[in-house]
């Protein structure tokens, strides 16, 4: 996003001088209230899959769009260290008026000088990539960011119930499109993912991770975690290459 409406709203949240309501306008259907507060949620309102991925938090962390610092909140008060990334520079100001101790306002992509023990997308964080090949692209970059024996947590949704029909179109249905509307101006367009489990598998596999499953709620909603792949030591390189002599019965 170009302009940072997103963080105006959250901003005017925080202080008090909240004006109305967020809309959620969608390549899909009908525009939807954003409900904001759940930004600002305590650790009580939280949703079960947030509750598992903060309890499997492990090392140092990496909280990847961070938002208004709910999650590194909670990790520093349990004694992590956290480093929280966000792009928006109003989302920012609210973190760090917080007390989130380490904020960065940047995209992760630029992150590379640093490796951590969780890298944290949560409330469907990992959907920031957008579409399926920006998704390979991150879990490429990730392997930067991450220790040998680290970990990925985050949480998506299989979305098909959102459409009465198959979607049209070669791209893949999760791959939708929205605009912030906060007090009579609209923010740029901005593209979101929601992967199902199957698929999310089948990428993860493609770029050198594991994935488990870790949790699934009856909305499709589902906690995922990703580890990477060991590469084959020399001697298990060197025996894939063997070819075994072809025998005629």
Not at 136 to 153: R, S, T, V
Request: hydrophobic content about 35%.
């Amino acid at each position: 996003m170009k302009n940072d409406l997103y963080g105006e709203f959250l901003k005017d949240f925080y202080f008090g001088k909240f004006k109305n309501e967020v809309w959620l306008n969608n390549n899909y259907g009908e525009a939807e209230e954003l409900p904001v507060a759940a930004f600002f949620r305590d650790e009580e309102d939280m949703p079960d899959v947030e509750v598992y991925a903060l309890n499997l938090c492990k090392g140092r962390i990496l909280d990847i769009g961070a938002g208004t610092g709910i999650h590194s909140m909670i990790l520093q008060r349990n004694g992590f260290e956290v480093v929280a990334i966000e792009q928006s520079e109003g989302a920012c100001e609210v973190m760090s008026l917080k007390g989130v101790l380490n904020v960065v306002c940047d995209d992760v992509k630029n992150h590379k000088d640093e490796k951590f023990d969780t890298l944290l997308l949560m409330m469907n964080g990992i959907g920031f990539c957008g579409y399926i090949d920006d998704l390979k692209l991150f879990l490429n970059h990730a392997k930067n960011l991450i220790l040998p024996d680290g970990q990925i947590l985050f949480d998506s949704s299989d979305v098909a119930y959102l459409y009465e029909e198959e979607p049209d179109g070669d791209g893949y249905y999760g791959e939708i499109d929205y605009q912030y509307e906060y007090d009579g101006r609209k923010s740029d367009w901005f593209s979101w993912l929601y992967i199902d489990a199957d698929l999310l598998k089948k990428i993860a596999e493609e770029c050198g991770w594991y994935f488990e499953q870790i949790y699934q709620d009856d909305e499709d909603h589902y906690l995922g975690r990703l580890s990477l792949i060991p590469d084959p030591s020399p001697k298990e390189k060197d025996e894939s290459l063997i070819i075994e002599p072809f025998v005629k019965e």
